[in-house]
């Protein structure tokens, strides 16, 4: 996927968490856009590793930094505890009315990963999408046990029990997205 199509689905993902209630940090970004391109299979190339809270992008976070750059992004601050909201740049609507025909072919996919996670908090979307990449990576056999002790292996802080709620969540997610049709 070229670059600016690109932008204009993480426009669309950004939109999408809003509309659904989230504040959109870049924590909800990276985390829905984790499971944009890993579990639905939207080709947005960016590379992902098990970082400090869950799957993360540093490609994904320098494409929000140019897209800030580029006035397709801007930041609005939030009250304390909370980070900025990335919210939409000047630039924004001339990408998205650029790439009808990408917005159109993968939107069922970004508007089902908003309606997930629009209105988790970080701690919750630390663990449902490490759980995703626990079950993705298939480092562990396929059990809601085994998944939930990788998960606290590799995430002392979330216990066994928020570990096996996230992955019988990710499970149900997944069965759901069988439904979401990317052609």
């Not at 939109?15 to 939207?42: D, M, P, R």
């Not at 809270?53 to 494409?63: A, I, K, Q, R, T």
């Not at 009250?79 to 939107?107: A, C």
């Not at 298939?138 to 992955?167: F, M, N, T, Y």
Request: glycine share 8%.
């Amino acid at each position: 996927m070229k670059r600016r199509q690109r932008d204009a689905v993480l426009l669309s993902v950004i939109e999408n968490l809003g509309a659904e209630g989230s504040w959109c940090g870049e924590t909800h970004i990276q985390k829905a856009t984790y499971f944009v391109q890993e579990l639905l299979k939207v080709p947005l190339e960016f590379d992902f590793i098990l970082y400090k809270h869950g799957p993360f992008s540093f490609d994904l976070s320098e494409e929000i930094t140019a897209m800030q750059a580029d006035y397709l992004l801007g930041l609005e601050s939030r009250p304390y505890p909370y980070g900025p909201s990335i919210v939409f740049g000047e630039s924004s609507e001339m990408i998205k009315e650029q790439f009808p025909k990408t917005l159109e072919k993968y939107n069922p996919a970004v508007e089902f990963v908003a309606d997930k996670f629009g209105d988790k908090g970080v701690a919750e979307l630390e663990r449902i999408s490490t759980a995703l990449y626990v079950t993705l990576t298939g480092v562990v056999g396929g059990s809601v046990e085994s998944r939930a002790q990788r998960i606290h292996e590799l995430k002392p802080h979330v216990d066994i029990g928020e570990a096996r709620d996230a992955v019988k969540i990710v499970d149900g997610i997944i069965e759901e997205a069988y439904e979401v049709q990317v052609t």
